[in-house]
């Protein structure tokens, strides 16, 4: 029978915790309105887990509001027992003590358990907003913000805001518990209750000019120390290139000097952080001095009892605890005012608007991409290349035409459909952007060819084929299994320029814009490479942005840009007798095709 109650008891308790944890699996994107300010911000991680926020405030306040109770049983003891020469009653208030002990550690450990909860659900809710909108952002992520800013976002403020947190379980509690503690200490003297409540709060003003002075200092800190993330992430990138140029000392030593830069503001922002530190324990020890001698005088002249100045001692102890949360909660919400801001920054960057309900349809069969920008027409079915003195300018009309521009008053059409108004995921189904910037995560060929479809083997090898890789693919070992390094680090310019073009391939879009997709190769790899995608890709839409003879010779149609705008359209052959900026322009690029060569 004992023993079953006790599982009955173990079972309601495991009932009540997991209660308290559970939390809606669901997970829905801050809103506007909670992007528009570092609060707002706070506020939406707080309502997110409301109900494990209300525990710990709950168990923060219980467990602070406990921290009082023992002086006061302790009080009891001396004046009931000690004083009194009651030896039961000396028993019987030790008895008391240590219950009330062992039921604050419980509840202390219940405390911290649920704050580390609610840091880490922060933590990863913050975490998750970021990569939601990071890949809502796409391809336009790397124009608007540098990846040293996205990774420090992802780690230092996500960190530093969840940690703000905190403030919700003990930042609570320590209200509850300094009122709690005036009061009863109003019992017993006034003039002591009042020295606490003036005392506090001057506490707190003192600690003021510090917490601005995180904030200031904090953000140009911030501001440096994710451009110094950004040139890490640049060097790493490049390392091999520098290890070839020679270049790699200079650039270790610039790194050098400007990590120096930022370790000397970091200590501007160290200063400060380490008073409020310093005063968070140093200011409540001295009031605790204040208030015990001016308890101990008043003792001396019969005010109050023994018992009194061991309970007064007891509660302003106590005191300090939450007088310490208090200094420690302005620090951490200080700095999260900083990170919160640099998250909001990032989630408040505009993208481009997904419709679902109200989706336009583009037809089964297509139609004419269009660009009123440029007056750029692709018709479907043609193999089409984009050529400008100025290889911004195709690369423009292309970021307009795939949805990358971040221009809300692009106009272009697809089927004389907005793109805009067509919902995102079918878009990018029908529609792939091959750019020499995409990303190439880490992993198997087999994995990076397949992208997010499912990977066949087949399909695989011929995507392969048409992009000229099998080279690449024979060359390392485990073929389809053998691993890449994120970024293709290791592999050169050509070929992971092959693996990219395979990926487009494999996805086999109905149209395919790809932005100089055979610039790092040489010349009769490029003409291969154009032959086989011109078979691969026969019937269907391809945009190549280029100014390779090789592959303008190639092409179906040929479109001039001349200050971002259509000069002139035809095959290679009219434009060489018809334009004579053309030719000039094409003689030059293959000037310097055969020089590189």
Do not use: C
């Not at 009061?183 to 506490?203: K, N, Y």
């Not at 501001?223 to 270049?247: F, I, K, M, P, S």
Request: no cysteine; aromatic share 6%.
């Amino acid at each position: 029978m004992a023993s079953g109650g006790a599982r009955q008891r173990r079972w309601r308790t495991a009932a009540v915790r997991e209660w308290l944890d559970r939390m809606p699996e669901t997970w829905i994107p801050p809103a506007h309105g909670d992007l528009s300010s570092p609060w707002r911000f706070l506020f939406w991680l707080t309502r997110s887990q409301s109900r494990r926020v209300a525990a710990g405030a709950m168990l923060g306040t219980v467990w602070m509001v406990g921290l009082a109770v023992p002086p006061w049983v302790l009080s009891r003891a001396v004046d009931d027992g000690l004083v009194a020469g009651n030896t039961a009653a000396l028993v019987e208030w030790a008895l008391v003590l240590l219950v009330v002990t062992v039921l604050n550690a419980l509840l202390g450990i219940a405390r911290h358990r649920t704050m580390t909860k609610i840091r880490m659900d922060a933590s990863f809710r913050s975490v998750r907003a970021t990569v939601w909108h990071t890949s809502r952002l796409g391809a336009s992520l790397t124009r608007r913000v540098s990846a040293g800013e996205v990774v420090t976002v992802g780690i230092a403020d996500v960190y530093t805001v969840a940690m703000a947190l905190t403030v919700t379980g003990p930042g609570v509690g320590a209200v509850v518990a300094y009122a709690v503690v005036a009061v009863v200490l109003f019992t017993i003297s006034p003039l002591l209750a009042a020295v606490v409540l003036a005392g506090v709060p001057l506490l707190a003003v003192a600690v003021g000019p510090f917490l601005q002075r995180i904030e200031r200092t904090g953000g140009e800190y911030r501001v440096h120390q994710g451009r110094l993330t950004t040139r890490l992430v640049d060097v790493l990138a490049g390392l091999r290139v520098l290890n070839g140029l020679g270049g790699k000392g200079v650039v270790a030593e610039r790194y050098g000097q400007q990590s120096q830069g930022l370790v000397n503001r970091g200590y501007r922002v160290a200063g400060p952080s380490s008073w409020v530190g310093a005063l968070s324990t140093g200011l409540p020890a001295l009031f605790l001095a204040a208030v015990v001698w001016l308890s101990a005088r008043m003792a001396a002249t019969g005010d109050i009892s023994i018992g009194d100045v061991v309970a007064v001692y007891g509660y302003v102890a106590v005191l300090v605890v939450p007088v310490s949360a208090f200094i420690e909660g302005g620090g951490d919400i200080a700095r999260a005012r900083v990170a919160g801001q640099r998250i909001i920054d990032l989630l408040n960057l505009p993208v481009t608007r997904d419709n679902h309900r109200d989706a336009a349809i583009i037809p089964p069969d297509g139609g004419p991409l269009a660009d009123p920008q440029s007056g750029v027409v692709i018709y479907p079915g043609r193999f089409t290349a984009l050529v400008a003195a100025r290889p911004a300018e195709a690369v423009g009309v292309v970021e307009r035409l795939g949805q990358l521009s971040t221009d809300p008053e692009s106009g272009a059409t697809w089927a004389d459909v907005r793109i805009d108004d067509v919902a995102r995921t079918e878009f990018r189904r029908r529609l792939v952007v091959a750019d020499n910037h995409a990303e190439v995560f880490a992993g198997t060929v087999r994995d990076i060819v397949a992208g997010r479809l499912e990977p066949d083997d087949d399909r695989i090898r011929a995507a392969l084929h048409a992009a000229v890789a099998e080279d690449v693919v024979d060359a390392l070992p485990g073929g389809l299994d053998a691993s890449i390094a994120a970024g293709g680090s290791d592999l050169s310019g050509g070929q992971r320029q092959r693996i990219q073009l395979a990926r487009a391939i494999y996805a086999a879009p109905e149209v395919l814009l790809a932005v100089e997709p055979t610039s790092a190769v040489d010349a009769n790899t490029e003409a291969a490479m154009i032959d086989r995608l011109r078979e691969v890709r026969r019937d269907s839409t391809t945009v190549i942005t280029t100014t390779s003879p090789l592959v303008l010779d190639r092409a179906d149609e040929v479109i001039v840009l001349v200050d971002g705008q259509t000069s002139s359209v035809g095959t290679h052959a009219e434009l060489l007798r018809s334009d004579r900026g053309y030719r000039d322009l094409v003689s030059r690029a293959q000037g310097d095709q055969e020089d590189h060569e």
